[in-house]
């Protein structure tokens, strides 16, 4: 288990940077990242190179025997480069340029941007590649942040219609793919084919599934460059990314593939404020209706929905690479952060299995856009409440190093699929309806269980699991149909959600009875929908106890398609809500309307009693359990003290204070 914080050395007169690294050591931290946003510092000029600072810099770290993961800083091209040539801003779907003064304002298509990342990159591999001080890379920061993740510029649309032709192969397939004869779309030529941007008023939702690809996988490809030139000239080093937690607008799995780990920024604080909307129930705070957890940590079901998805890109450990340690600048109150919290933040990464956690920032900064975000120092150098939990999290290393020896090993997963996600939220049918709140409902009630859970794609190794929650998988393809059946018919358990199998690769609706390409795994059939006004609900008649109420919302009708299909619950008129298939040694189970929490939790808590799935505790709301190797870590992150029963053990576990219980 290792420390480190995120430096900016370039901030701050050189005679500090000493006293700074100094107490960098003696805080006991192991690493300090550098230089992600230091291209005009490094390169002031076209191919002319000023390594002088970033030497010394080192230097003064290495003096403290303080190791450096260095970035590729090509978030932020310099001024001489976007002047010089304009064209390589990003533009966004009004077909308005971004402008220098920001970061993440170019296109990663762009030729010009591309040679000279890789010039950039080239000259730091060919000075630090080999330099001992030197444990890793981060490339780039954030792909896709600051709603960069799609550009709509001249180059972008050649670059998408070369995309196409390799998808494609002929005009005939793609025109068939899309279904161009609704509204004589029907293209002639590549050439004809333009991004999907905001003059075209209604957009064909095969058209921006293709975009939404495209733009992904512009940006995997920019970051291979990179990859592929670190891992020539800086052999033996780490490289990685800071990703985003639940960010939706890159294929992370995609991302992460060729990378030797995930890292990512975790800000408690913000997410909440930009991110709960999308998460919770539409009417949760009234059903709610009073607070859960403490003003200034967060909200922790969202960061370990982040911390799960992360894992589970390689499905192995990961880093936080930026730890949030005090109040931030971009969020819509920025609560000012007590003590202890920034510790309980630490111990969350640590328990969901982090194994490095780098706290951004060092010092509060005097600069430009982030003068209101904290550090581990105030503005005036002095500690601020993250150095001082820092500093006593001295005392519980050794127990941190032995819990990160082990890696979390959930016996669930959530597919956490981006075709499914970006079809939804193209066309969602009605207008609320969201992939990620429905994935939510699934994940806040795993949670509560003390259920750990992995998200996954469905590239991902599904074997290890005893349940996998497939979610509304909205676009299925026969690779991935194939890949669900051995699963379920190697033993598996499947949960399916409503709006599965609908449509096919390209986002065109299947002919086949519903859920298509799943249909024989399903052992029903869906035969019609409805989307439910607020005021209309569906009384269900359960046999499973553990599952009551109506059915609001969305609502599918089932009927079994063999003798071997159980209807377990069903609506007042007697058709299905729910149904359980047996199928090879496995079985799936398809879920017919959209769930509240707890009805979500009802039924999981019944499959995690029949499968014998382990529940790492009995949890109050608000805290949160999890596990590596024989260690139950129990993290409070309310104001009220708690007694928790975990691994046979009755656990006090204080008002924002964590617990390890070794089984
Ligand atoms: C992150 C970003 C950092 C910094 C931080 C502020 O998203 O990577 O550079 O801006 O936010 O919270």
Same mark, same amino acid.
């Given at each position: 288990?290792?420390?480190?914080?995120?430096?900016?050395?370039?901030?701050?007169?050189?005679?500090?940077?000493?006293?700074?690294?100094?107490?960098?050591?003696?805080?006991?931290?192991?690493?300090?990242?550098?230089?992600?946003?230091?291209?005009?510092?490094?390169?002031?000029?076209?191919?002319?190179?000023?390594?002088?600072?970033?030497?010394?810099?080192?230097?003064?770290?290495?003096?403290?025997?303080?190791?450096?993961?260095?970035?590729?800083?090509?978030?932020?091209?310099?001024?001489?480069?976007?002047?010089?040539?304009?064209?390589?801003?990003?533009?966004?779907?009004?077909? +308005?340029?971004?402008?220098?003064?920001?970061?993440?304002?170019?296109?990663?298509?762009?030729?010009?941007?591309?040679?000279?990342?890789?010039?950039?990159?080239?000259?730091?591999?060919?000075?630090?590649?080999?330099?001992?001080?030197?444990?890793?890379?981060?490339?780039?920061?954030?792909?896709?942040?600051?709603?960069?993740?799609?550009?709509?510029?001249?180059?972008?649309?050649?670059?998408?219609?070369?995309?196409?032709?390799?998808?494609?192969?002929?005009?005939?397939?793609?025109?068939?793919?899309?279904?161009?004869?609704?509204?004589?779309?029907?293209?002639?030529?590549?050439?004809?084919?333009?991004?999907?941007?905001?003059?075209?008023?209604?957009?064909?939702?095969?058209?921006?599934?293709?975009?939404?690809?495209?733009?992904?996988?512009?940006?995997?490809?920019?970051?291979?460059? +990179?990859?592929?030139?670190?891992?020539?000239?800086?052999?033996?080093?780490?490289?990685?990314?800071?990703?985003?937690?639940?960010?939706?607008?890159?294929?992370?799995?995609?991302?992460?593939?060729?990378?030797?780990?995930?890292?990512?920024?975790?800000?408690?604080?913000?997410?909440?404020?930009?991110?709960?909307?999308?998460?919770?129930?539409?009417?949760?705070?009234?059903?709610?209706?009073?607070?859960?957890?403490?003003?200034?940590?967060?909200?922790?079901?969202?960061?370990?929905?982040?911390?799960?998805?992360?894992?589970?890109?390689?499905?192995?450990?990961?880093?936080?690479?930026?730890?949030?340690?005090?109040?931030?600048?971009?969020?819509?109150?920025?609560?000012?952060?007590?003590?202890?919290?920034?510790?309980?933040?630490?111990?969350?990464?640590?328990?969901?299995?982090?194994?490095?956690?780098?706290?951004?920032?060092?010092?509060?900064?005097?600069?430009?856009?982030?003068?209101?975000?904290?550090?581990?120092?105030?503005?005036?150098?002095?500690?601020?409440?993250?150095?001082?939990?820092? /500093?006593?999290?001295?005392?519980?290393?050794?127990?941190?190093?032995?819990?990160?020896? /082990?890696?979390?090993?959930?016996?669930?997963?959530?597919?956490?699929?981006?075709?499914?996600?970006?079809?939804?939220?193209?066309?969602?049918?009605?207008?609320?309806?969201?992939?990620?709140?429905?994935?939510?409902?699934?994940?806040?009630?795993?949670?509560?269980?003390?259920?750990?859970?992995?998200?996954?794609?469905?590239?991902?190794?599904?074997?290890?699991?005893?349940?996998?929650?497939?979610?509304?998988?909205?676009?299925?393809?026969?690779?991935?149909?194939?890949?669900?059946?051995?699963?379920?018919?190697?033993?598996?358990?499947?949960?399916?959600?409503?709006?599965?199998?609908?449509?096919?690769?390209?986002?065109?609706?299947?002919?086949?009875?519903?859920?298509?390409?799943?249909?024989?795994?399903?052992?029903?059939?869906?035969?019609?929908?409805?989307?439910?006004?607020?005021?209309?609900?569906?009384?269900?008649?359960?046999?499973?106890?553990?599952?009551?109420?109506?059915?609001?919302?969305?609502?599918?009708?089932?009927?079994?398609?063999?003798?071997?299909?159980?209807?377990?619950?069903?609506?007042?008129?007697?058709?299905?809500?729910?149904?359980?298939?047996?199928?090879?040694?496995?079985?799936?189970?398809?879920?017919?309307?959209?769930?509240?929490?707890?009805?979500?939790?009802?039924?999981?808590?019944?499959?995690?009693?029949?499968?014998?799935?382990?529940?790492?505790?009995?949890?109050?709301?608000?805290?949160?359990?999890? /596990?590596?190797?024989?260690?139950?870590?129990?993290?409070?992150?309310?104001? +009220?003290?708690?007694?928790?029963?975990?691994?046979?053990?009755?656990?006090?576990?204080?008002?924002?204070?964590?617990?390890?219980?070794?089984?």
């Amino acid at each position: 288990m290792k420390l480190g914080v995120c430096y900016y050395p370039e901030h701050w007169p050189e005679e500090r940077w000493a006293i700074d690294a100094r107490m960098m050591r003696e805080l006991q931290l192991d690493y300090v990242r550098v230089a992600e946003f230091a291209w005009s510092l490094m390169e002031p000029a076209a191919g002319e190179y000023d390594w002088g600072w970033l030497d010394r810099a080192i230097d003064t770290l290495a003096a403290e025997g303080l190791p450096v993961i260095l970035c590729t800083p090509t978030a932020t091209p310099p001024a001489w480069l976007t002047r010089s040539h304009p064209d390589i801003l990003r533009m966004d779907s009004n077909r +308005q340029y971004r402008d220098h003064g920001t970061r993440r304002h170019v296109c990663p298509n762009s030729p010009v941007y591309q040679k000279f990342s890789r010039q950039i990159v080239t000259a730091m591999a060919e000075r630090y590649g080999d330099d001992p001080r030197i444990v890793g890379w981060q490339i780039d920061n954030e792909f896709g942040g600051g709603k960069t993740g799609r550009c709509y510029c001249p180059f972008c649309q050649t670059a998408f219609q070369t995309w196409l032709e390799i998808r494609y192969h002929s005009l005939e397939a793609l025109n068939q793919a899309w279904g161009t004869a609704f509204w004589s779309q029907t293209y002639t030529a590549w050439d004809e084919i333009t991004p999907p941007h905001d003059g075209i008023n209604y957009k064909n939702p095969s058209h921006l599934l293709d975009f939404y690809r495209f733009s992904s996988d512009s940006l995997v490809s920019y970051q291979q460059e +990179q990859i592929d030139l670190l891992r020539v000239k800086s052999p033996d080093r780490f490289i990685t990314h800071n990703f985003m937690g639940l960010f939706l607008d890159v294929e992370q799995f995609d991302l992460a593939r060729t990378l030797d780990f995930a890292t990512w920024d975790a800000y408690p604080t913000g997410f909440p404020d930009r991110q709960r909307a999308m998460l919770y129930p539409l009417n949760w705070d009234a059903q709610r209706n009073r607070p859960v957890y403490a003003y200034d940590v967060g909200e922790p079901e969202i960061i370990q929905m982040a911390n799960d998805l992360i894992r589970g890109l390689k499905q192995q450990p990961f880093w936080i690479m930026e730890q949030q340690c005090g109040h931030i600048n971009w969020a819509d109150v920025n609560p000012g952060v007590r003590p202890g919290t920034p510790r309980l933040w630490t111990w969350l990464s640590m328990a969901a299995g982090a194994d490095t956690v780098v706290y951004f920032r060092w010092r509060a900064t005097l600069l430009s856009h982030e003068q209101y975000h904290s550090g581990l120092l105030r503005h005036d150098g002095t500690p601020d409440v993250g150095f001082e939990d820092v /500093k006593q999290l001295a005392e519980e290393r050794d127990l941190l190093a032995k819990l990160t020896e /082990k890696p979390p090993q959930p016996e669930v997963a959530m597919v956490f699929d981006y075709d499914s996600l970006w079809a939804l939220t193209i066309n969602p049918h009605r207008r609320d309806f969201s992939y990620l709140r429905l994935q939510f409902a699934f994940y806040h009630a795993l949670q509560r269980l003390g259920i750990p859970v992995d998200l996954v794609s469905l590239k991902s190794d599904l074997t290890r699991y005893k349940l996998v929650l497939g979610g509304p998988l909205h676009i299925v393809n026969e690779q991935e149909a194939e890949t669900l059946h051995h699963y379920v018919e190697m033993g598996g358990n499947l949960l399916l959600g409503i709006r599965s199998g609908f449509k096919n690769d390209s986002s065109v609706v299947t002919d086949q009875p519903l859920p298509g390409l799943l249909h024989n795994l399903t052992g029903a059939t869906v035969t019609h929908w409805q989307s439910l006004p607020a005021e209309a609900a569906l009384p269900l008649r359960s046999i499973w106890p553990k599952i009551s109420g109506a059915a609001g919302y969305w609502t599918e009708f089932l009927q079994p398609a063999s003798d071997r299909a159980r209807v377990l619950v069903s609506y007042e008129n007697g058709e299905a809500a729910l149904v359980a298939n047996p199928h090879g040694s496995g079985q799936t189970i398809y879920l017919g309307w959209y769930p509240t929490i707890e009805q979500a939790k009802g039924l999981l808590e019944t499959l995690a009693d029949q499968l014998s799935i382990e529940r790492l505790a009995n949890l109050p709301d608000g805290v949160l359990a999890a /596990k590596r190797g024989n260690h139950t870590i129990l993290l409070n992150f309310t104001d +009220q003290p708690y007694e928790v029963v975990a691994a046979g053990q009755t656990v006090a576990v204080g008002p924002r204070d964590v617990k390890v219980v070794e089984s």
